[in-house]
């Protein structure tokens, strides 16, 4: 038990000053292997917080939970005041300055954020103390101005670090270890604005064993002062006047302990950099297995062997998950999208199915970039010659229509294209299609050439028949067959514009107009034409025969106006019909009439007969 061997005596004043109330707040807990003296100086301007209360108090609660001289768990209870303070829900933001100091009762350390201070004296000398985290502290450092004039610089209380704000940081001081007869006391700006640092230095120099003593002293001459304003005061007194001190047994158990622990983390230090050595060594053959299948698949893809390449990269890319490299197998597997890619285009172009070839390997061409550009000449080599194919067949397909049309000179110079593109690619076949093609046109053109009289002869007859036609269609709209009118102006029309001959086409042209106007106009009629015959029709399947007949008549007068000869002969068959209907009809009346007289004859007969039996 720490707190048993070694003896901390602590004694305090702190007093309101010129104040209404004491903002000012000191707590302490010594424990059986650490203690902890907090002192805080809240810094509100309203009179009635108690953020120095509220700060001490949470960290000693945190310090006896988990109590250690450790900076991070020191930060930790500083850390956790600070959150305090933030989220206390009072009318304004609490804040304090905050001086802590936490032992072992061995070692000490120190943390503070603000204006309040500690000291440690040792042999009746300053041994160690704090620094405010204000302007004017900055101010004495840079030398700008002196430490005497530090209690009384107008910046002293402007504070850069403090409980209680956003960003909380507070200086830790380092571990100090401890020594028989150290003092330690803490303070507030109550006391140093009123006394300075040598004055303190001086009375805890010369004091006793009691720090009762001394901190009387301190208040007697902060009183004398007589200052106008005096703010809250509080000094604490820490004499060590014994620190802990292990015992040989301990010393030599604690020594054999770390010599044990030393050989057992040696032996598990050994045996991990065994393992780390073997692992390594795993790990580096791995690596070179897997830069060797690399370097086989980039030599592959270089001499354009699709195939082995794959094989290469799917070996470096199982080396890569098993090395868990990411980075190596992302790349390797954009390798293999464009390996496989370019296989797969290649067994469509090998079967010359270029059309299905082509977005394979324009689709490659988007991966190529995350592959290191692998393969890039090969796939666009492999388009252009899709490209070149391409432009060869539609030169052909274009020449073909062109010579079709007897356009012979455009269609050779589409031949000679084709036959010169298929030439630079390499695309043996379309050169032999070129050259056929030619000799083709070739044969054509040299008849053309022969046969010069022959197409002025064929112009001239183009011509006749042109005027053939022309007298055709007017012979035709004269007798109203108005559709083969326009059949025959329009074929008048093609020969005329085929054999380059303008004359007389505008005349067609108002030719054509009319014949068009009258098909429209003997469009209604063939409507009215048609209506008639269906009435008809509905007539004579119910029997209507008189309107049958009548309707059937309508038609026939307009498809004779027409010129329709089909429906005229329609109408005739089909009035032919009705009409036959009707005589039979007749004939059944006039029948049904006759057996009518004949019965009433009969009858009367009959009864003549009756009426002389029952006479005689």
Known sequence: MRKQNSKFNTNFISEEGSSLKNSDFFAYAELDNFACYVLADGIEDVADTESAKEAVESIIAKFQEKPSISKGKIHGYLNHANEVLLKAEKYMKLKASIVVAITDYESVRFAYAGNARAKLYRNNKSFYKTTDTSLSSEMVSKEMISEDALSRHEQRSNLYAFLGQKGFSPVISRKIKLVDTDILILYTKGVWENVSEGEIDNIFADSGKEPKDAIEKIEKVLLDKESEYIDNYTIVGIYIDKVFVESDTKKKKRRKMILIVSIVLVVVILAAVIALYFYNRYRKELREDMNTHYEKMLKFIEMENYTKADTECEESIKKAESLRDKEMKDLLYHYEQVIEG??????????????????????ILSEIPYADNAGLSYVRKRLDFIAGYESVNLSLDNGDILFDSEIYDKARERYVDAKTEARDIGYEEGKLKAEAKLLAVDQAIEKENEGKQAEADKQSKNLQSANDMLSAGDEALSKGDFLSARANYNTAKDILEKSGESAGLSDLEEKISTADKKISESEEEKNAAASYAIAADEAFLRGDF??????????????VKLNDEINTIEMDKKLSDVQKRIDEKEKEELKAAQTAVQTTQQQTSEAETSASINAE
Do not use: M, V
């Open 546 to 559: 008189e309107t049958a007949r009548d309707n059937y008549e309508y038609a026939r007068r307009l498809y």
């Open 342 to 363: 370019i296989l797969e285009a290649d067994e469509k172009y090998d079967a010359k199915s270029y059309k299905e070839a082509k977005p394979l390997y324009e689709f």
